[in-house]
């Protein structure tokens, strides 16, 4: 996955204090969308100054990476949220 296949599926909503990523029309992709968001999350450090929360559907499974992509993220007090739905 790269930048361009990201940006071009991704729902993104924004206002002044959330940016909202709805990863879930990536379908059986949203793990990998979701490693894919964090590794470069983590890499950059607080891009958006503001909470990300990353929507999936409720059985998708977080990535052992991803867990500890958050954990990093939430070290250098970035606020992360992965919120499943059904």
Known sequence: MDWTEFNSIV???????IIELDLRPFGDRQAEALDFWLDAAATQ??????????????????S???HTQIEKLRQKRV???VVGER
């Open 45 to 62: 450090g607080d891009a958006f100054g503001k909470t990300s929360v990353l929507k999936t559907d409720a059985w998708t499974t977080i």
């Open 64 to 66: 052992q990476d991803a």
């Open 11 to 17: 729902v993104r909503r924004e206002d002044s204090e």
């Open 79 to 81: 606020s992360v949220l």
